[in-house]
């Protein structure tokens, strides 16, 4: 009896346990890939907002030079964009432009 009950708690522990895990990077990736339409302002510029306000953004002291809400420059500088954002944001980035690279298609 007590081995059923240890074998009973192992096994809730490890349903827990997978339960509450944060989807991986790749999953994450795969979910992104499966989307057919890329939107700049609904997936890319949000994160932009929050990273990058208010210096690349209207009134900003680098919105001359790199206007982060034109999306022409995300893709002509995404190395700079992508070195100072990090984690699961960096990723979503990353696979949106690696999807418009890989279709060929420039448009958002």
């Not at 499966?34 to 932009?48: A, K, R, Y």
């Not at 964009?81 to 980035?93: D, M, Q, S």
């Not at 690696?98 to 958002?108: A, C, E, M, P, Q």
């Amino acid at each position: 009896m007590k081995l059923l009950i240890l074998f009973g708690i192992i096994f809730l522990m490890g349903w827990l346990e997978s339960s509450t895990k944060k989807p991986s990077g790749k999953s994450l990736q795969r979910t992104i890939q499966l989307n057919d339409t890329i939107h700049f302002t609904n997936q890319i510029q949000p994160i932009l907002v929050k990273n990058c306000s208010p210096c690349h953004f209207a009134g900003g002291k680098m919105y001359e030079r790199m206007p982060f809400d034109k999306d022409t420059t995300i893709i002509n500088h995404q190395g700079g964009v992508l070195k100072r954002i990090k984690g699961e944001e960096n990723l979503i980035i990353k696979t949106l432009l690696n999807k418009l690279r890989s279709t060929g298609n420039n448009k958002y």
